[in-house]
């Protein structure tokens, strides 16, 4: 006769599981037990010390967290829960919704689609995730999109940064990866939605992405007179676009802006008068726009550009009532004829590097980039070798003014110390 055990709480699928009787639940665990079926695997499992388990139905993974310490007696708990569980499965009292099969490259057409209309005010953002599309469509194929597991990703994720011979595909940096991992994250959201899968893989906790100190790349920052030689090419060229061009980059390494920001700057956004800019909402979803104050060559190239008609600063030659979009092609021809290499974004990254070097403060610096972490701010800063040995110039001369004052002080209480003299009674 089975003596009665204590109680015992444990949750599957939201709901609390209670027991008295922890043989009544081996029971059933022995039940529904048959050798052979695949179905059959369980996995209990510890994360932070409390137990877990997943097991396969129809398929289809099941996970679920209990709650439970890791003690020798939960994990029979556990595995009669995880029994439980399954046999209600069986029973059809709980069940999987049906996810729809479809290929991942069918699907990712259909997430491009999906991109385009979403963030038609932000044709660059989409056009990116569509460029991380070329790697996944390549790999992952005609792989049904629900059929896609943990392993597939990390193997994807191998494969880009070893690259494949056979295909004869280069391997990439780890930065690139990630963003071809934060794009496959937002692919699996869609996905979900479509019940085209049960979870964002990308997101999963036995799944990592590159980290940050491997990703982060360096960028290039320019000197003075490499910034000299570039924006006088730009002037001395006289054309069109090489104008725009000269004159976005002037916005960017003056006050701090994206490519696309200084593209599509409204003319009522431009206060002269008040020698201030607005710009509009940043990148990220929650951010919001920010008030900058022009220096004296912004304020010269907007006052020039406000006489044009339109409501554009930069309007475009070939869509009428639009807004220019891109430069690289001027930027390109520019360096190739200059024998240079950096791309427009590092303009920013030169604005930020000089704004600190020049005494600026970061937390200021992240306000006028429009930046919403400050960590986020920190990966804009690539200080020069002469700027980090003239910081440790100032750092040795202030710690040995410190330490003069301090031997000052202990010479002057060792002078001025009251001198006793011992009466006889």
Avoid at 237 to 264: C, F, K, T, W, Y
Wanted: with cysteine; charged share 30%.
């Amino acid at each position: 006769m089975c003596s009665q055990q204590p109680s015992r709480t444990g949750e599957y699928k939201g709901k609390v599981l209670r027991t008295t009787n922890l043989a009544a639940l081996l029971c059933i665990f022995e039940k529904i037990w048959t050798p052979g079926n695949e179905d059959n695997v369980m996995s209990v499992k510890s994360r932070n010390g409390h137990l877990e388990y997943r097991f396969m139905y129809r398929g289809q993974n099941v996970f679920v967290s209990t709650g439970l310490a890791d003690t020798t007696q939960n994990r029979k708990l556990v595995e009669a829960m995880e029994g439980a569980h399954r046999q209600e499965m069986i029973e059809g009292r709980v069940g999987i919704r049906r996810l729809n099969a479809i290929p991942f490259s069918d699907a990712w057409q259909g997430f491009i689609e999906h991109e385009k209309k979403a963030r038609k005010d932000k044709p660059n953002t989409w056009k990116r995730i569509q460029t991380s599309g070329a790697s996944l469509c390549e790999y992952f194929g005609k792989k049904t999109v629900f059929l896609i597991n943990d392993g597939d990703v990390e193997a994807y994720k191998v494969w880009r940064l070893g690259g494949d011979e056979q295909r004869n595909i280069e391997p990439v940096k780890p930065v690139t990866v990630r963003h071809d991992l934060d794009n496959l994250s937002l692919f699996f959201q869609w996905a979900k939605k479509h019940r085209y899968c049960r979870e964002n893989l990308v997101l999963s906790q036995d799944f990592e992405k590159p980290s940050d100190d491997e990703g982060i790349e360096r960028a290039s920052i320019l000197s003075i007179e490499e910034e000299r030689t570039y924006f006088a090419f730009l002037r001395r060229e006289g054309v069109s676009e090489h104008g725009n061009l000269h004159d976005v980059g002037r916005l960017m390494i003056q006050q701090g802006l994206r490519p696309e920001e200084a593209m599509a700057l409204p003319k009522k956004n431009v206060d002269l008068d008040a020698r201030t800019l607005r710009v509009g909402k940043s990148k990220t979803k929650k951010g919001t726009g920010r008030l900058l104050k022009l220096t004296t060559e912004s304020w010269q190239i907007l006052a020039r550009r406000m006489s044009s008609p339109g409501p554009w600063i930069f309007p475009s030659s070939r869509r009428l009532g639009s807004h220019i979009t891109k430069l690289n092609c001027p930027h390109d021809r520019a360096l190739e004829k200059l024998k240079m290499n950096f791309v427009v974004y590092d303009l920013r990254h030169t604005f930020a590097t000089r704004f600190i070097e020049g005494g600026g403060d970061v937390a200021a610096l992240k306000e006028i980039l429009g930046h919403k972490d400050i960590r986020t701010t920190m990966r804009y800063v690539h200080p020069s070798q002469q700027y980090i040995d003239d910081a440790m110039v100032k750092f040795e001369t202030a710690r040995l003014a410190i330490d003069k004052q301090f031997d000052e002080r202990q010479l002057m209480a060792s002078t001025s110390l009251p001198t006793f003299v011992r009466s006889d009674k």
